[in-house]
Nanobody
Framework: QVQLVESGGGLVQPGGSLRLSCVAS????????MRWYRQAPGKERELVAS????????YYADSVKGRFTISRDNAKNTVYLQMNSLRPEDTAVYYC?????????WGKGTLVTVSS
């Protein structure tokens, strides 16, 4: 079955950096686009970034454009989110997402807290 396991979250000061990882299993990773979402306290889950199956095309929400970079390693079944210049408003649980046959699969998430 599909499994998505996120890691790399933590507490970081404003202006700092973190790199999130999502290891996938249970499907042919190299055939599917992948996404990172986040959900801040009291807010709806929002799409942060996405990457096509080959890594040839990416999308970013306006709020993270120029600061975050999504990438993938199909040999390692892993998608990454490099987050730089972090701001307090980036505080959220970050989720890895697969959409397969119109079904959404989610990991359990990893908490990112940006605070001094």
């Amino acid at each position: 079955q599909v499994q998505l396991v996120e890691s790399g979250g933590g507490l970081v000061q404003p202006g700092g950096s973190l790199r999130l990882s999502c290891v996938a299993s249970g499907f042919t990773f190299s055939m599917y686009d992948m996404r990172w979402y986040r959900q801040a306290p009291g807010k709806e889950r929002e799409l942060v970034a996405s990457i096509t199956s080959t890594g040839g095309s990416t999308y970013y929400a306006d709020s993270v454009k120029g600061r975050f970079t999504i990438s993938r390693d199909n040999a390692k079944n892993t998608v990454y989110l490099q987050m730089n210049s972090l701001r307090p408003e980036d505080t959220a649980v970050y989720y890895c997402n697969l959409r397969k046959y119109n079904l959404d699969y989610w990991g359990k998430g990893t908490l990112v807290t940006v605070s001094s």
